[in-house]
């Protein structure tokens, strides 16, 4: 059994960057096709492409590299290119340059057809074998299944149709977005549907959240710095605050949003990988399984809720109008698509426990919200308070706990916060807040937050990518929750004007337990 005081061992900080970050090594990833469904939605013109295009800037894309935009849409080759055009330009995060991109323009292929249409797969197989003859990509291609939920199965049962996913002379991998399922029995089913179809080494399920410095920092920043690794257990960190604060409303996904919800949204896939990167052990090496066999146990350490627990440590809310940032917001019941008695959560808190040796007795408070009052996603440890003995007889009559503060987004970077004595003649104590923000470190570099995720999907490194047993095991907590929600009677919304903190219900769950929130400021 791994021993929760122990520091880990093995790799100096240097060692363990080059091992989780192989991006950062400047190596063009191999030969490969990206195979893109659902190329003219929103996901593939604003993050897709764009991040395609930040990977060519950095010279991290091989010469023998393509992409085939498959959709509906009556396009040729240079129609598709052309529709690019405008569209890297308004939604590039780096400057577009005219030979970077004419060198990623002349590598885009169209195939026009509809998942349904009788020979559309042939025609994608005769598209790539077009492809490859021309760019030399030796038969690898990635598919990205960038479209609604309800066709993951069916376009991967159609691809193994056409034999397309028959890795005979190059490798074939799918990336599957989220959400993948919409409870724990969808979830097995569509797990059990692709693992019929394709083997799991050759199944992305993604989560763009992990693609982000900061998320995949937790590991190196755990286990290459001794002075931390020893005192992240139950002996020294009183509770974990993780808070996924948006200042948006649900704009222009109301048809989606209003069947999923901010649990279903962003709790077993988000939050629970948050969780898991903060709570694991430390693994034996940094190669994809090893370090999910230990964000898998985490996973399964969460305890279920029974239906007593649910109604007591977990809160829902639904934003109504109010302003935020200085501008208007209509309430979720009036957004475009969305129905005007919806009862779908837009927030979402809860108390979780972890019940395994390291975690026991520490619990996880999670909130996520839209129309919040900021926008700004942090994992907050916060450590227990010193004996107070050696205080008594001075003016002092409170010690404010240590709080190590991770921030995801928007502005990435680590806060460490601790005592110090206020000069004078009087022993005072002041806060102070130790800062370290990448920007400011290593300066910034233009991302979507899905570069890193396509290279390591290109590369064959699934470390960052969720496996069948990480999404079951985050839908069994979720499911007893769902189930008690659904069984109550509507409740009263909005309960949360937007543009603040969340409902009072929230507040009252940590003051159950002596503790707060840290504050959101807009």
């Given at each position: 059994?791994?021993?929760?005081?122990?520091?880990?061992?093995?790799?100096?900080?240097?060692?363990?960057?080059?091992?989780?970050?192989?991006?950062?090594?400047?190596?063009?990833?191999?030969?490969?096709?990206?195979?893109?469904?659902?190329?003219?939605?929103?996901?593939?013109?604003?993050?897709?492409?764009?991040?395609?295009?930040?990977?060519?800037?950095?010279?991290?894309?091989?010469?023998?590299?393509?992409?085939?935009?498959?959709?509906?849409?009556?396009?040729?080759?240079?129609?598709?290119?052309?529709?690019?055009?405008?569209?890297?330009?308004?939604?590039?995060?780096?400057?577009?340059?005219?030979?970077?991109?004419?060198?990623?323009?002349?590598?885009?292929?169209?195939?026009?057809?509809?998942?349904?249409?009788?020979?559309?797969?042939?025609?994608?197989?005769?598209?790539?074998?077009?492809?490859?003859?021309?760019?030399?990509?030796?038969?690898?291609?990635?598919?990205?299944?960038?479209?609604?939920?309800?066709?993951?199965?069916?376009?991967?049962?159609?691809?193994?149709?056409?034999?397309?996913?028959?890795?005979?002379?190059?490798?074939?991998?799918?990336?599957?977005?989220?959400?993948?399922?919409?409870?724990?029995?969808?979830?097995?089913?569509?797990?059990?549907?692709?693992?019929?179809?394709?083997?799991?080494?050759?199944?992305?399920?993604?989560?763009?959240?992990?693609?982000?410095?900061?998320?995949?920092?937790?590991?190196?920043?755990?286990?290459?710095?001794?002075?931390?690794?020893?005192?992240?257990?139950?002996?020294?960190?009183?509770?974990?605050?993780?808070?996924?604060?948006?200042?948006?409303?649900?704009?222009?996904?109301?048809?989606?949003?209003?069947?999923?919800?901010a649990l279903r949204d962003m709790v077993p896939?988000?939050?629970?990988?948050?969780?898991?990167?903060?709570?694991?052990?430390?693994?034996?090496?940094?190669?994809?399984?090893?370090?999910?066999?230990?964000?898998?146990?985490?996973?399964?350490?969460?305890?279920?809720?029974?239906?007593?627990?649910?109604?007591?440590?977990?809160?829902?809310?639904?934003?109504?109008?109010?302003?935020?940032?200085?501008?208007?917001?209509?309430?979720?019941?009036?957004?475009?698509?969305?129905?005007?008695?919806?009862?779908?959560?837009?927030?979402?808190?809860?108390?979780?426990?972890?019940?395994?040796?390291?975690?026991?007795?520490?619990?996880?408070?999670?909130?996520?919200?839209?129309?919040?009052?900021?926008?700004?996603?942090?994992?907050?440890?916060?450590?227990?308070?010193?004996?107070?003995?050696?205080?008594?007889?001075?003016?002092?009559?409170?010690?404010?706990?240590?709080?190590?503060?991770?921030?995801?987004?928007?502005?990435?970077?680590?806060?460490?916060?601790?005592?110090?004595?206020?000069?004078?003649?009087t022993v005072r104590l002041g806060g102070v807040?130790?800062?370290?923000?990448?920007?400011?470190?290593?300066?910034?570099?233009?991302?979507?937050?899905?570069?890193?995720?396509?290279?390591?999907?290109?590369?064959?490194?699934?470390?960052?990518?969720?496996?069948?047993?990480?999404?079951?095991?985050?839908?069994?907590?979720?499911?007893?929750?769902?189930?008690?929600?659904?069984?109550?009677?509507?409740?009263?919304?909005?309960?949360?004007?937007?543009?603040?903190?969340?409902?009072?219900?929230?507040?009252?769950?940590?003051?159950?337990?002596?503790?707060?929130?840290?504050?959101?400021?807009?």
């Amino acid at each position: 059994m791994n021993d929760p005081t122990r520091a880990a061992g093995g790799k100096d900080a240097k060692t363990a960057a080059r091992a989780i970050e192989p991006i950062t090594s400047g190596k063009p990833v191999g030969p490969c096709t990206v195979v893109i469904f659902g190329a003219g939605g929103d996901l593939t013109k604003r993050k897709l492409i764009p991040a395609i295009y930040n990977l060519q800037r950095e010279n991290l894309l091989s010469n023998e590299f393509a992409v085939v935009g498959f959709a509906r849409a009556p396009m040729a080759d240079d129609g598709y290119r052309e529709k690019l055009d405008a569209e890297i330009k308004k939604f590039a995060t780096s400057e577009v340059t005219g030979e970077q991109w004419k060198w990623l323009r002349e590598r885009i292929y169209y195939c026009q057809a509809d998942f349904n249409e009788p020979g559309a797969f042939e025609k994608l197989g005769e598209t790539l074998k077009k492809v490859d003859a021309e760019r030399g990509t030796r038969g690898n291609v990635l598919f990205y299944l960038a479209t609604a939920p309800e066709f993951f199965g069916d376009v991967v049962r159609k691809l193994q149709a056409a034999k397309l996913t028959q890795q005979t002379g190059g490798f074939r991998r799918v990336i599957v977005e989220k959400p993948f399922g919409r409870d724990l029995d969808s979830a097995r089913a569509l797990n059990k549907e692709l693992l019929g179809l394709l083997e799991e080494n050759q199944i992305y399920r993604i989560d763009h959240y992990l693609g982000k410095e900061t998320v995949q920092n937790i590991m190196v920043f755990r286990f290459a710095n001794g002075i931390f690794e020893p005192i992240w257990n139950r002996r020294y960190v009183d509770h974990v605050q993780i808070t996924v604060a948006e200042t948006v409303g649900v704009e222009t996904r109301g048809d989606y949003y209003d069947k999923s919800g901010a649990l279903r949204d962003m709790v077993p896939n988000h939050i629970f990988q948050l969780i898991s990167l903060v709570g694991m052990e430390p693994p034996i090496s940094f190669d994809a399984d090893s370090v999910r066999d230990e964000q898998a146990k985490v996973l399964r350490a969460l305890q279920p809720m029974t239906p007593e627990e649910v109604l007591q440590r977990t809160v829902r809310g639904q934003y109504g109008e109010g302003m935020v940032c200085n501008k208007k917001v209509a309430s979720y019941r009036r957004e475009p698509k969305v129905a005007p008695d919806s009862r779908t959560e837009t927030y979402v808190a809860m108390k979780l426990n972890i019940d395994n040796w390291r975690w026991t007795g520490v619990p996880f408070y999670l909130r996520v919200g839209k129309a919040m009052a900021k926008r700004f996603t942090e994992i907050a440890i916060t450590f227990k308070r010193p004996p107070f003995t050696l205080f008594r007889d001075t003016p002092i009559d409170r010690l404010t706990p240590n709080q190590l503060v991770i921030n995801v987004q928007p502005d990435e970077g680590i806060s460490l916060g601790f005592g110090a004595k206020v000069p004078g003649a009087t022993v005072r104590l002041g806060g102070v807040q130790m800062d370290f923000r990448y920007a400011d470190q290593f300066g910034s570099t233009p991302s979507t937050g899905y570069e890193r995720l396509l290279y390591d999907a290109m590369a064959g490194d699934a470390t960052l990518f969720q496996r069948a047993d990480m999404v079951e095991a985050g839908w069994k907590v979720v499911a007893p929750v769902l189930d008690v929600w659904n069984s109550l009677p509507p409740r009263t919304f909005p309960n949360y004007a937007a543009g603040s903190a969340g409902p009072r219900e929230a507040d009252e769950l940590l003051a159950k337990d002596q503790r707060a929130w840290r504050a959101i400021d807009g």
